[in-house]
C-alpha cells in the first residue's frame, strides 16, 4: 500500500469529488495544511487524507465496470453453459471420443467462468461495502485499504474475461512456451535476456499464475544464454504470442540524436496444448534427431530438426532421453502448425520454407535504459515511460495493445 500512498500524493483533490462531506471546508483545509504545515507528522496526516482520495477513486471505477459489465456477461455464460448441456444430453458420447472430450472441457470451461462470475459480483460487493464502513468509522484506512485488495481482484478477472473475448485465435487459448535467446552481443546481451525473464516471470505471477521454468542454459561469464519457461494455463499463448521477435536493450545519446544497442534477445512463443493435442503426423524420414549433455541441464538434451523447412527445437529439462524427445516432438508439431497457420494452408506438408519468418528480424520492443527510461513497443507504437514498472512484469498495456491490433486487422481481413 506504500507505492499507493505515494503514487495518491500527487493526486489533485478537485479530481475525486465524492460527496459533499468531502468537498468545501475539507478540500481547503488539506490544501492550507500542505503550504503551511511545517511539521512531519501533520504532512503524513494530510498525505494520508490525500491517499484516501485516489484510493476511493480507483475502488469506485472498478466497482461501476463490475456494474457495468457483470450482469450481462453472466446471463450470457450461464446461456452458453445450458446449450452445452443440452449437446451432452442429446449427443452419445460413445460415437466420438474425441468430439465427446472437447464438448465436456468447454462445458467444464464455461462452469468455471460462470463461478467466477458470480465470485467477481460478490467481491465487487464487498468492496462497495467496506467502502461505506470505512466512511462511518471515521475514515478508516485500514477497511479501505481491505476494500481496495477486493476491487485488485476484481480489476484482474475483468481484464482477463474482455481479453479472452478478443481472443479468437486457432491457439489462443491454449498455454504457451516461451523461449529466450540471447544475442550475440556478448555478456551485455546475456544479463539481458536473464532480465527478460524474471519479466515474464514477475508478469505471471501478478495474473496469480506460474511460469515454469523448465530449461536454462547459464553464461560463464553472467546471466543467460537460454532459457524456456511453461505457462500452463488458458490463454497464455494468446497474450503472449504478440512478444515473438526480438528485444532490444538500448542506450540513446543525451540529445536522442543517436540509439546504441547494448545488448538484445530474441523471444519465441510456441502453444503449449493444455487438452488433446491435434493429431500431426510426421514421417521419421523428414527428421533429424541429435542429443548430447550441456552443462547446466540436467538429464540429455534432444533437438530435433525438420528437415524439409529446417525448424529446430530443442529441449532439455526432463530426467530422461526419452522424454526430452517426446517434448521436442511436441514443440515442434506446435510449431510447424503455428507456421502453416500463418501462411494460410491447411497442411505442414505445404509449407513454404523461403516464406517462414525470421525471428532475428522481426524488432518488438525497445527498451531505452538513458538518457530517459522508456519502452517503446515497435509492433503497436504505444509508448510507456516508466521502464522499471515493465521489468517488474507489469507488461499487460504492451499485451493488451497488440491484442487489440491483433483482432483490428483480423476484422479488415
Not at 22 to 50: C, I, P, Y
Not at 321 to 328: C, L, R, S, T, V
Request: aromatic share 8%; proline share 2%.
Amino acid at each position: 500500500m506504500a507505492g499507493i500512498a505515494a503514487e495518491s500524493v500527487a493526486v489533485s483533490v478537485q479530481r475525486a469529488p465524492f460527496c459533499s462531506k468531502w468537498q468545501g471546508s475539507r478540500s481547503s483545509k488539506l490544501h492550507t495544511q500542505l503550504r503551511a504545515s511545517q511539521s512531519m507528522d501533520d504532512k503524513n496526516k494530510v498525505f494520508k487524507e490525500l491517499g484516501l482520495f485516489s484510493l476511493r477513486k480507483k475502488i469506485e471505477d472498478v466497482v461501476l465496470q463490475a456494474d457495468i459489465l457483470a450482469p450481462a456477461a453472466l446471463e450470457l455464460e450461464e446461456s452458453r453453459r445450458i446449450r452445452q448441456e443440452e449437446m451432452i444430453r442429446k449427443y452419445n458420447l460413445w460415437d466420438d471420443v474425441t468430439k465427446s472430450n472437447e464438448i465436456l472441457v468447454k462445458l467444464a470451461d464455461s462452469s468455471k467462468v460462470v463461478d467466477a462470475l458470480k465470485d467477481l459480483t460478490y467481491k465487487a460487493e464487498e468492496a462497495k461495502l467496506i467502502t461505506q464502513l470505512a466512511e462511518m468509522d471515521a475514515i478508516n484506512y485500514g477497511l479501505f485499504k481491505q476494500a481496495y485488495n477486493a476491487s485488485v481482484d476484481v480489476s484482474k478477472f475483468l481484464y482477463w474475461y474482455e481479453m479472452s473475448k478478443l481472443l479468437r485465435g486457432q491457439y489462443d487459448m491454449d498455454g504457451a512456451c516461451l523461449i529466450i535467446k540471447a544475442g550475440s552481443a556478448g555478456i551485455y546481451s546475456e544479463i539481458w535476456a536473464e532480465q527478460l525473464l524474471s519479466m515474464y516471470n514477475k508478469w505471471a505471477e501478478k495474473q496469480s499464475y506460474q511460469g515454469r521454468v523448465v530449461e536454462k542454459y547459464a553464461s560463464k561469464n553472467g546471466g543467460i544464454e537460454s532459457a524456456t519457461i511453461e505457462f500452463e494455463f488458458g490463454y497464455a499463448y494468446g497474450y503472449l504470442s504478440g512478444e515473438r521477435g526480438v528485444h532490444h536493450m538500448i542506450r540513446s545519446s543525451d540529445d536522442d540524436s543517436m540509439l546504441h544497442e547494448i545488448g538484445l534477445a530474441v523471444v519465441d512463443v510456441i502453444p503449449l496444448f493444455l487438452g488433446t493435442a491435434p493429431d500431426l503426423q510426421i514421417d521419421d524420414g523428414d527428421l533429424r534427431i541429435s542429443s548430447g549433455e550441456k552443462q547446466g541441464w540436467t538429464g540429455q538434451a534432444v533437438c530435433v530438426q525438420h528437415i524439409p523447412t529446417g525448424i529446430s527445437v530443442q529441449s532439455s529439462g526432463e530426467r530422461s532421453h526419452f522424454a526430452n524427445k517426446m517434448k521436442a516432438l511436441n514443440r515442434l508439431k506446435a510449431k510447424l502448425l503455428v507456421i502453416a497457420m500463418e501462411q494460410g494452408i491447411p497442411e505442414v506438408g505445404g509449407i513454404k520454407r523461403e516464406a517462414i519468418a525470421d525471428l532475428w528480424k522481426q524488432e518488438t520492443r525497445r527498451y531505452v535504459f538513458h538518457p530517459n527510461r522508456l519502452v517503446q513497443d515497435v509492433k503497436t507504437g504505444i509508448q510507456l515511460p516508466d521502464l522499471n514498472s515493465v521489468l517488474d512484469g507489469n507488461i499487460e498495456p504492451l499485451i493488451g495493445a497488440n491484442i487489440s491490433m491483433r483482432q483490428a486487422s483480423d476484422l479488415t481481413l
